[in-house]
């Protein structure tokens, strides 16, 4: 095992941007059918490091080998002959296409000039077949879930005789059942020789998985630990440099005597949603759990009036409010934060300033609704400050921030906006770490001061370790509330999985 | 205020993350596409200066201003849907619509000139409300929407003027509005593009109508979950567009002595690539009222300087043509810069 060279090997790598040195001395080996799992936080360099190995960027100094023979990569065409894919964490594919077109795109079988669709879909059964994926190949992307999406791109990577297999956070979207089906086909691949590069901010995963684990931060390489070396509070303090607990919950909370500041009844909507209703309690964080598809995203869409509810009706304060759309709700004083920061919480190319006050822009506006302009810098400054934004200045467009920061921007705006009630859809989704202790500190200071929360979440841990009551969805309906001190990853997904029993085996 | 306090003690006991900060964009970026525009012009005009002395004359320079002013000001009003990330292809029959309206208003109705030409700009108000009913209300996609309007515009002119020109001649002073010289020497028409662009700068950058057409171009389903009620600005945006128009309907009509309802088709594709050239961006999110400007003076000085030059009107079109697919280029070399 030893003799032989490593199947990929990368040395002393570094690559600077204008004014950024984004990596800096990075080094790792990759055996063939070996899982490294690769963590560090936003912005640690993973991402640079993937697009030197998949051919996107140039390294500015060190080496690559693969089986023990230095290569340059230039181009995405260099790392694909040899054999080294990437698993992006935005999907690529073609949602109008076939699965089937979208595995072979640009490598269609031909007779002639015509397109040979038949041996097309042969060519992607057999692959499908290979992996132990089952989706019929003549079926619209388009009509996919994500996790089977998921497995189409796995498909794709693998058609072109990967070796080398990289996957950034392939779970961040995926179901509890979803990511055991893809930790299944980790498996075999692994079993089969291939080498996996994974890409994840989940210690559940990592363990589960890693053979071996690197750490970045900041660009610099801290370190790797073997499989039995693995132990989450290290790996946590190697890639945040300081110590964070885990597993707490929240202090007791008595709902009895507490005002009842939202009253949802019998909401429902055409496609999903079947009589929701609930109450959140001034000062209270609720939780939503539930697996994906379960109605908790369609739920606060629907009281926030984003989307078209059939029946329902809603209470703030105890009065009955009349929300039809997003502005009604945010006028009676909710707030949503979607899962999807960057295509519906953010103006990504705007200034931090221009997020921040872009719930309350009348607020900042006088006379002919003139902009007072030095006032909005100033409250930007302020919240960046108090929630740490890491940023040069207030005048930087978002786009260039990292996810914890884009978050805390979009905090900030609804902390601009004073809301009595905030909606937390997935608050730290593709956030690392650090960034998400920071968040939930936050949450709970909110809470305290007498903001009353929602969080939606799909990671338990998360939902037992902030909410004081969690309300269980499955299939369009509310199928448990547990308080706190009753709640337990069993009797979550217990209750999650309850209406749901027909559909989890299909899938 | 209450507020940002709030959320200050909440989050001050935050625990800190690291300091490093994220890349910084230096602000040239920013400015290249408008710099660009600028240092374009400048060199046409140096080129054109070096190439024929008749050009710097001062005669030629206030005609061509002159010449800038109606579809100047037509792409003033149309940075704002462009800034949306919409389109209004009406602006060009709008505006000739506008221009027979103030005639039917003065000539055949005898209305007193201003309130002619009031009505003649608030023609285009309607035509503006009713392209937004059809996008922020109805839903249809802008192209369509306003292609729509265009046709429905232009057969209109020709219906309500029989297919004949109008002639202002006995409105008194109604051709002074764009010839008249209230600066000696510069045709007002000039001054009201000017006008017109400090009005549209000023609500663009200074106001919250500005700053919501601008957010709306960047993420309008962000805007609207943020509460900004999305379909009643996209409406207002396309009724400021529209009065926009009528102004430059006026102007046209006031420039010619009359209303002449052939007119008008093209000069809607004229004033979207003005705007362009500009720096505005197609996709949205970014609007810029000085480069319009610039785009529009750009555009009439490369037709003049060919023309001085002696250059067949027919090249002058596929010169123009080049300009704005470099000046289209140079914009997505930008946007993957800062990418």
Request: proline share 3%.
């Amino acid at each position: 095992m030893t003799v032989e060279p490593p199947l990929l090997e990368v040395r002393g790598i570094s690559k600077s941007f204008p004014g950024v040195k984004a990596l800096q001395g990075v080094e790792f080996q990759l055996d063939a059918g070996e899982v490294l799992v690769l963590v560090g936080e936003n912005g640690a360099g993973k991402s640079t490091l993937m697009k030197i190995l998949s051919g996107i960027y140039a390294r500015d100094e060190g080496t690559i080998a693969v089986d023990g023979r230095e290569v340059d990569i230039t181009g995405p065409a260099d790392a694909q002959e040899l054999g080294i894919s990437i698993i992006h964490q935005e999907m690529n594919l073609m949602p109008d296409l076939t699965v089937a077109q979208n595995i072979y795109l640009g490598r269609e079988p031909r007779r002639g000039l015509m397109l040979d669709e038949k041996a097309l879909n042969r060519q992607a059964a057999a692959l499908l077949g290979d992996l132990g994926i089952q989706l019929d190949p003549r079926t619209k992307v388009s009509t996919l879930t994500v996790a089977a999406q998921q497995m189409v791109e796995i498909a794709k990577a693998l058609s072109v005789d990967a070796r080398v297999l990289i996957m950034d956070e392939p779970t961040s979207a995926l179901t509890d059942t979803e990511v055991e089906t893809l930790f299944g086909l980790i498996e075999s691949l692994r079993a089969s020789g291939t080498g996996i590069i994974y890409i994840s901010h989940r210690m559940e995963e990592l363990k589960r998985l890693a053979d071996r684990v690197t750490v970045l931060r900041d660009g610099q390489y801290i370190g790797s630990l073997d499989r039995d070396e693995i132990d989450v509070p290290t790996i946590i303090e190697m890639m945040v440099g300081r110590t964070i607990d885990t597993g707490s919950k929240p202090e007791p909370f008595d709902t009895a005597g507490r005002d009842v500041v939202l009253k949802v009844d019998g909401l429902s909507t055409r496609t999903l949603l079947k009589d929701v209703g609930f109450e959140l309690h001034r000062g209270e964080i609720l939780g939503f759990a539930g697996l994906m598809g379960a109605g908790r995203t369609e739920t606060a869409r629907a009281i926030i009036g984003a989307d078209p509810s059939t029946s329902g009706r809603v209470e703030i304060n105890g009065r009955v409010a009349r929300i039809r759309q997003p502005a009604d709700a945010v006028r009676h004083g909710i707030g949503y934060l979607s899962e999807d920061r960057k295509s519906l919480g953010l103006l990504l190319e705007q200034s931090v300033t221009t997020n921040t006050i872009a719930a309350s822009l009348g607020r900042f506006s006088g006379l002919l609704g003139i902009m007072n302009d030095r006032r909005a810098r100033r409250v930007a400054q302020q919240h960046v400050e108090d929630l740490r934004t890491r940023t040069p200045n207030v005048e930087q467009p978002v786009k260039l921030l990292s996810g914890g920061n884009q978050q805390k921007v979009v905090i900030a705006k609804w902390l601009v906006r004073d809301c009595d009630i905030l909606i937390f859809d997935e608050p730290t989704r593709g956030i690392d770490v650090g960034a998400k202790e920071e968040i939930y500190t936050l949450l709970q200071k909110l809470a305290a001061t007498g903001t009353s929360i929602i969080v939606i979440s799909s990671e338990l841990p998360e939902v037992l370790r902030l909410s004081h009551r969690i309300v269980v969805m499955a299939n369009g309906r509310i199928t448990g509330t547990l308080a706190s001190e009753d709640a337990t990853q069993n009797s979550i997904m217990d209750l999650a999985t309850r209406f749901d029993a027909a559909e989890g085996a299909a899938a | 205020m209450s507020s940002s306090e709030n959320g200050a003690a909440v989050a001050t006991e935050a625990r800190a993350g690291g300091t490093t900060a994220a890349p910084s964009t230096p602000a040239w970026r920013a400015w290249l596409q408008q710099g660009l525009a600028f240092g374009t012009l400048i060199a046409l005009l140096l080129f054109f200066w070096a190439a024929s002395p008749r050009f710097l004359t001062w005669s030629n320079i206030s005609g061509v201003l002159l010449a800038t002013a109606v579809i100047g000001i037509l792409a003033l009003g149309t940075t704002f849907v462009i800034t949306t990330a919409g389109i209004d292809l009406s602006i060009g029959t709008g505006m000739t619509l506008c221009s027979v309206m103030t005639g039917i208003f003065a000539v055949d109705l005898g209305l007193p000139m201003p309130l002619a030409v009031l009505l003649g700009i608030l023609t285009g108000g309607v035509i503006g409300l009713l392209n937004g009913l059809n996008v922020a209300i109805l839903g249809l996609p802008p192209f369509i929407a306003t292609l729509a309007m265009m046709m429905i515009a232009q057969g209109l002119a020709l219906v309500i003027s029989g297919v004949s020109p109008i002639y202002f001649n006995d409105v008194p002073s109604f051709q002074s509005i764009a010839l008249g010289t209230l600066i000696p020497g510069l045709p007002n028409a000039v001054l009201i593009m000017f006008l017109v662009a400090a009005l549209a700068w000023f609500l663009l950058s200074k106001t919250i109508f500005g700053r919501i057409t601008v957010a709306i171009g960047s993420n309008e389903e962000a805007a609207r979950l943020s509460g900004i009620d999305t379909r009643r600005w996209k409406l207002i945006i396309y009724i400021v567009a529209g009065l926009f128009t009528g102004v430059a309907g006026v102007v046209m009509a006031s420039r010619l002595g009359s209303a002449q309802p052939q007119l008008g088709v093209g000069y809607e594709l004229q004033a979207i690539a003005a705007v362009i050239i500009g720096g505005t961006s197609l996709m949205g999110g970014r609007g810029s009222i000085t480069g319009t400007l610039i785009g529009a003076l750009i555009m009439s000085v490369l037709i003049n300087g060919l023309r001085i030059l002696s250059i067949q009107t027919e090249w002058q079109n596929v010169v123009v043509g080049i300009v704005i697919a470099l000046a289209v280029f140079f914009d997505t070399l930008r946007n993957k810069r800062s990418a």
